[in-house]
């Protein structure tokens, strides 16, 4: 198990990113939330098996067919709390 931090930068609000994240993520098993950040980037927090975490990541680059990534900057973190699912969270 693993835990990774993502920050997504570009035009990635309004335009169903964190949905697409959230359906992702909880179609592969993932654990975590995600949320707009007021600066204009996406935060993400995911936890799961390795491979399945990176490939989230990398499907960060491309996300929905409306946004435009600018840059998805990943580092590990730690999970606050545990979590059971995948979560929309409101913007910090």
């Keep these: 198990m693993v835990t990774q931090r993502v920050l997504v930068s570009g035009r990635v609000q309004g335009v169903g990113y964190r949905d697409w994240v959230v359906r992702t993520a909880q179609r592969t098993g993932l654990t975590g939330w995600v949320r707009n950040v007021r600066d204009g980037r996406v935060e993400i927090l995911v936890s799961g098996e390795d491979e399945t975490v990176a490939r989230l990541i ?15 900057e990943a580092f590990a973190a730690e999970d606050e709390k545990r979590h059971k699912g995948f979560t929309k969270r409101f913007t910090a």
């Design 58 to 72: 990398e499907g960060c680059h491309e996300g929905t067919p409306l946004a435009r990534v600018d840059h998805v």
